[in-house]
């Protein structure tokens, strides 16, 4: 079991910048994928970005070269750098742990709100 707790979300102007943190608990962090989704009101949840066990980070193309997602397993921990903000970005963000063999350990954590506004 494995359980995620976001932090780091609130109000920023456009074009500010926020980190974003989520805390992972139990043991085996390196062995998941990471995830960060977004849910606009309205809009149904999107992936964001995702840190995968080995390879590659990936992004959604409405963020990329603007957000940065990265880990450390050291401290069971995975981060979203989001720079360049815009009034779109604002979404409640989601961190997600996925298994990287075992596809049915797949966890949330409870989201962190982000506003986006002058």
């Known amino acids: 079991q494995v359980q995620l707790v976001e932090s780091g979300g609130g109000l920023v102007q456009p074009g500010g910048s926020l980190r974003l943190s989520c805390a992972a608990s139990?043991?085996?962090?390196?062995?998941?994928?990471m995830s960060w989704y977004r849910q606009a009101p309205g809009m149904q949840r999107e992936l964001v970005a995702t840190i995968p066990v080995g390879g590659r980070s990936n992004y959604a193309d409405s963020i990329k070269d603007r957000f940065t997602i990265s880990r450390d397993n050291a401290k069971n921990t995975v981060y979203l750098q989001m720079n360049s903000l815009k009034p779109e970005d604002t979404a409640v963000y989601y961190c997600?742990?996925?298994?990287?063999?075992?596809?049915?350990?797949?966890?949330w954590g409870q989201g962190t709100q982000v506003t986006v506004s002058s």
């Open positions: 997600n742990a996925r298994h990287f063999v075992a596809a049915d350990r797949n966890y």
């Open positions: 139990g043991s085996g962090f390196s062995f998941y994928h």
